[in-house]
T-cell receptor
Framework: SQQGEEDPQALSIQEGENATMNCSYKTSINNLQWYRQNSGRGLVHLILIRSNEREKHSGRLRVTLDTSKKSSSLLITASRAADTASYFCATAEDKLIFGAGTRLAVHP | NAGVTQTPKFQVLKTGQSMTLQCAQDMNHNSMYWYRQDPGMGLRLIYYSASEGTTDKGEVPNGYNVSRLNKREFSLRLESAAPSQTSVYFC???????????FGPGTRLLVL
């Protein structure tokens, strides 16, 4: 069963716009991770936020975590065509459990 | 460092055939994982090995077996392939169980 559920399932934006993806989960977690997957490739880790952290930045990425609402968001600022990919959240309890992902398309 | 490597990249099997998917990591990681990914879906855990010498079932273990050959290598075996096992299989490893996972490039398997 999938713990994290991403929203929206698909997102289409223009280059330069910001992209926001959300992840909701059901149980207590140790940390929450975001991964990116380019078409036909393996997943690449983007950022890990621990349960006692509220916000984390990495380059153009900003992740927030609200443990009271059991939700997280990933913001990609000033998006580029190269950001086109699927983005997955994964929640860490005993093991990592992945959501179904958000498919992001960034158009030039 | 090669990271996580998987072989083969592609495989076509007939129903009932067997095969072994190989995975190796050169990062001295303790834990290794096998996932499957079906179209439009996230990853589902098949089996994992928290440390050398141990293996445990994940969410979808039926029809699969695994071997943690040593710290570097973790193989996945399909004893009698079924069309429902058509999928992309990913191997991953991590130093500590709940931390960042590093993924291989995947094996695309088609069972006819």
């Amino acid at each position: 069963s999938q713990q994290g559920e991403e929203d929206p399932q698909a997102l289409s934006i223009q280059e330069g716009e910001n992209a926001t993806m959300n992840c909701s989960y059901k149980t207590s977690i140790n940390n929450l991770q975001w991964y990116r997957q380019n078409s036909g490739r393996g997943l690449v880790h983007l950022i890990l936020i621990r349960s006692n952290e509220r916000e984390k930045h990495s380059g153009r990425l900003r992740v927030t975590l609200d443990t009271s609402k059991k939700s997280s968001s990933l913001l990609i600022t000033a998006s580029r065509a190269a950001d086109t990919a699927s983005y997955f959240c994964a929640t860490a309890e005993d093991k990592l459990i992945f959501g179904a992902g958000t498919r992001l398309a960034v158009h030039p | 460092n090669a990271g996580v490597t998987q072989t083969p990249k592609f495989q076509v099997l007939k129903t009932g055939q067997s095969m072994t998917l190989q995975c190796a990591q050169d990062m001295n990681h303790n834990s290794m994982y096998w996932y499957r990914q079906d179209p439009g879906m996230g990853l589902r855990l098949i089996y994992y090995s928290a440390s050398e010498g141990t293996t445990d079932k994940g969410e979808v273990p039926n029809g699969y077996n695994v071997s943690r050959l040593n710290k570097r290598e973790f193989s996945l075996r399909l004893e009698s392939a079924a069309p429902s096992q058509t999928s992309v299989y990913f191997c991953a490893s991590t130093l500590l169980r709940q931390e960042t996972q590093y993924f291989g490039p995947g094996t695309r398997l088609l069972v006819l």
